[in-house]
């Protein structure tokens, strides 16, 4: 029987549900808030992209930081920072005050969610992994319901948009205020640490899966924003590109709770799953009818599912006195990523054709599949 994820744990589950329920509702809402500020579609890519750049530079700073005064010190004071630029976005009365809270909220999240990784290894380096992926696990369901909740939204009396950083600023304050009573690990306690987090880019296994991670988010980001394009192409597909985008976030969701209740080899299952996803991308170039396609996006999330969270508890659990460091530059490779593949792949879609942009995906998944045989072998020399 599977020991019960302790306190800490399922409090760090609902900040991802969360960030969650932000992230896949803010998808849907960004068009309309950018058009009521008047900025339109330029608008909502200048938004998104000052998302992940203080996604990429948050971590990777507030990482150090972390491990030399303490985890806990620096998750409670951004999940609270991040719950408070939910409110800010939510009652911004002019265009400037929603850009200041977008730079806070991406800065909140990704220190949260990086954070987060590095204390579940922390809680228990044996069911680190499982630990993550329920978090994780949490987070995709957010992500699904997010969409579905803020549809069904009636605009009064507020512009329903703002209510979606409403519902989740005022539960994150809640939960950073949590966070701040409960215990943390002993081995939590404030020390200083004997070696600079920069030798981390000294090894080579570090460097692979900073790389790995940039694969996998770019996979990821190119894979969301441009799907529903290549539905077009197909039979009957115009209309299914929202149930495409479902079914990826719903395979994701029940592969990480798969894997949160499976002590499972992280580096053979990260291989698999690459490779599995490169085999989905080229099955959705090759498929004409528009519910293959759907079948084929549920697959893709199932195969991400355990990319991520084995990724970042493999840095964890290689690095134990730079937990934090590592976590938060694998979450800064994430925002690099998230900004690099949305613009290649717009400009290879623009000029050419979105089917090669998937033959991309595809040559960039066999790569993450090739890095994690590499990884597997320096591990085992």
């Known amino acids: 029987m599977k020991q019960r994820p302790p306190k800490l744990i399922l409090v760090l589950t609902c900040l991802l549900f969360c960030y969650g329920f932000m992230l896949g509702g803010q998808q849907l809402v960004l068009t309309t808030v950018c058009e009521q500020f008047g900025i339109g579609v330029v608008g909502m890519g200048t938004m998104v992209a000052i998302l992940h750049v203080a996604s990429m530079l948050a971590p990777g700073i507030m990482g150090a930081v972390a491990d030399r005064i303490g985890k806990k010190k620096v998750l409670v004071l951004f999940t609270i920072f991040y719950g408070l630029g939910c409110l800010i976005a939510a009652f911004s009365p002019v265009l400037a005050v929603f850009v200041i809270s977008m730079l806070i909220i991406g800065a909140g ?150 894997y949160s209740l499976w002590t499972y080899p992280p580096k053979q299952v990260v291989r698999l799953s690459f490779f599995a996803a490169a085999l989905c991308f080229i099955a959705l170039i090759l498929v004409g009818s528009g519910w293959l396609c759907v079948a084929l996006c549920f697959l893709v999330g199932f195969a991400y599912g355990p990319i991520w969270t084995s990724i970042v508890a493999g840095a964890a659990q290689r690095f134990p006195e730079h937990r934090a460091s590592a976590t938060g530059l694998m979450s800064s490779s994430c925002g690099f990523a998230g900004i690099l593949y949305p613009m290649f792949m717009g400009v290879l879609v623009d000029s050419l054709d979105i089917r090669i942009g998937f033959v991309i995906l595809a040559v960039s998944a066999a790569v993450g599949a090739a890095l994690a045989f590499s990884l597997q072998n320096q591990q085992s020399n």
């Open 109 to 258: 999240y990704s220190v949260c969610e990086s954070l987060t990784s590095a204390v579940c290894v922390e809680v228990d380096s044996v069911n680190g992994a499982r630990y993550i992926n329920l978090t994780q696990c949490l987070l995709s369901v957010g992500a699904i319901l997010g969409p579905i909740v803020m549809s069904n939204l009636p605009a009064f009396p507020f512009d329903s948009w703002r209510l979606l950083y409403i519902f989740c600023g005022l539960p994150l304050v809640a939960i950073g205020l949590w966070l701040s009573r409960l215990p943390f690990p002993a081995a939590e306690a404030a020390k200083k640490v004997q070696t600079s987090a920069r030798h981390l880019w000294l090894s080579p296994i570090f460097i692979c899966l900073v790389v790995s991670m940039f694969m996998y988010v770019g996979l990821e980001t190119g894979f969301g924003y441009f799907v529903e394009i290549l539905f077009d192409l197909k039979s009957g597909g115009a209309a299914l590109g929202a149930y495409g985008i479902s079914a990826y976030w719903g395979g994701m969701a029940i592969a990480r709770l798969v």
